[in-house]
């Protein structure tokens, strides 16, 4: 009897705990997202990674959108660098992408739509002549990385943190870095 009654009172005591957070939680301000310090990186399951930089920060976002078919096409950024590669069967229907370099030092674009995921792989292709990969990588691995949210980006210190990493090529003939993309949302190239 007296086990059931503690049961009881335990369970009651967890649910006024879970209310408790929950109505903190609906008290707090709604507004950007913070970036997360590594602790809660880790439990989140991110992982940092040091940004490759551009010699002269982007002032602002930079947007350009094509409608691209079955047939496939190309996107591209020249300010910024960026030519996005879709092949043919990537898609079925015409679709509407749209591809932002973040305004920032960090080299970084966010895809559109969200969450689009492709039959064949699209390729992203860097032109890395105005970062600073020259000065300060010189055996380092390059690197695309996912990231889901760009308030993940520390644009002061050239870090993020990230979802996933995937291999880059690195082409030292035309100074360009590449990367499979196969779902839409944002990417950076990084180095280690």
């Known amino acids: 009897m007296f086990l059931r009654t503690l049961s009881r009172f335990g369970a009651r005591l967890v649910s006024v705990l879970l209310l408790a957070g929950c109505a903190r939680d609906a008290a707090a301000p709604v507004g950007p997202a ?7 990186a880790a439990l989140l399951g991110l992982l940092p990674v040091r940004g490759v930089t551009r010699t002269m ?28 590669v879709v092949p043919a069967g990537a898609v079925s229907s015409d679709v509407t992408f749209t591809a932002t370099a973040l305004a920032g030092k960090i080299v970084a674009y966010d895809f559109e739509p969200h969450g689009t995921k492709f039959a064949v792989p699209l390729q992203f292709n860097q032109d890395l002549r105005k970062t600073n990969l020259l ?3 010189t055996t380092s691995r390059i690197d695309g990385a996912y990231f889901d949210d760009k308030s993940r980006l520390n ?6 943190f990230v979802s996933e990493v995937r291999s880059a090529t690195v082409n030292l003939l035309q100074f ?7 779902h839409f949302s944002g990417y950076l190239i990084s180095w280690h």
């Open 155 to 160: 644009q002061a210190s050239g870090t993020a």
């Open 176 to 182: 360009r870095a590449s990367f499979p993309i196969d």
């Open 57 to 84: 920060p982007l002032a602002q976002d930079i947007t350009v959108s094509a409608v691209i078919g079955s047939n496939g096409g190309t996107l591209t950024i020249p300010e910024a660098g960026l030519t996005l």
């Open 34 to 40: 913070a970036a997360p310090d590594s602790a809660n």
């Open 135 to 137: 000065a300060t990588v």
